[in-house]
């Protein structure tokens, strides 16, 4: 898993709480990833982060926060949660290439967050 | 907007047999096209990655094919085993900006004994 670990590895939670699902990585990567997955999508983007304090924007991050204040550690909040939240959620990073891929890199995922919020 | 569509939705085999997984894409300009192996309850794990100037690339019982002009790949599974029961995932990577990847749905493989 390239040295990602995510917690929790299994949430249930009920609509209106918040949770936090954490990512931590133990080799520098700058960027980092938050996907969800759900049956008949593939991985969708929520937001992703290219350095401390940096992050942004992907296809469905309506109801999603993050933050990474250090490098290890990227962090996903949903600040209240809804049953439309529940899903799989993976952490992904992505680790420099040489030659033609130097740009593009190459992501490895962690093992996964499942989430129910009933 | 950038898609992967792949086919088909799901396969299944008998173990021993050869299968191939189809992968049709819009991204463009095109950097790179990975087939991730994703098992039940894991996270995706690459497979190949390839340029779009390269038309084949192996690993092991794998063997994946590009078509940069027709924006079409196919993942070529030899000899499959029952190991090989997952999801393949056909991921392309756009050329520049922030290089963010647009992943297919995926198809799900079942083998049999």
């Known amino acids: 898993d390239a040295g990602i670990t995510q917690s929790p590895r299994h949430k249930v939670t009920e609509t209106g709480t918040p949770v936090t699902l954490r990512c931590h990585q133990t080799?520098?990567?700058?960027?980092m990833y938050w996907y969800r997955q759900d049956p008949g999508h593939g991985l969708r983007l929520i937001h992703y982060?290219?350095?401390?304090?940096?992050?942004d924007k992907g296809e469905v991050s309506d109801g999603y926060s993050v933050s990474r204040s250090k490098t290890e550690d990227f962090l996903l909040t949903l600040e209240s949660a809804t049953s439309s939240q529940t899903s799989v959620y993976f952490c992904?990073?992505?680790?420099?290439?040489?030659?033609?891929?130097?740009?593009?890199?190459?992501?490895?995922f962690g093992p996964g967050t499942r989430l129910t919020v009933l | 907007k950038n898609q992967v569509e792949q086919s088909p939705q799901s396969l299944i085999i008998l173990e021993g047999k050869n299968c191939t997984l189809q992968c049709n894409y819009t991204v463009s300009p095109f950097s790179n096209l990975r087939w991730y192996k994703q098992d039940t309850g894991r996270g995706p794990v690459s497979l190949t990655i390839m340029t779009f100037s390269e038309n084949t690339k192996s690993n092991g019982r794998y063997t994946a094919t590009l078509d940069a002009d027709t924006k079409q790949s196919s993942l070529h599974i030899t000899a499959s085993q029952l190991s090989d029961s997952a999801s393949y995932i056909c991921?392309?990577?756009?050329?520049?900006?922030?290089?963010?990847?647009?992943f297919g749905r995926g198809t799900s493989l079942i083998v049999h004994p």
């Open positions: 991921v392309v990577t756009p050329s520049g900006g922030s290089y963010i990847p647009t």
């Open positions: 992904a990073i992505k680790a420099r290439l040489a030659g033609e891929f130097a740009q593009s890199g190459e992501q490895f």
């Open positions: 982060s290219y350095g401390v304090k940096d992050t």
């Open positions: 080799e520098n990567h700058r960027y």
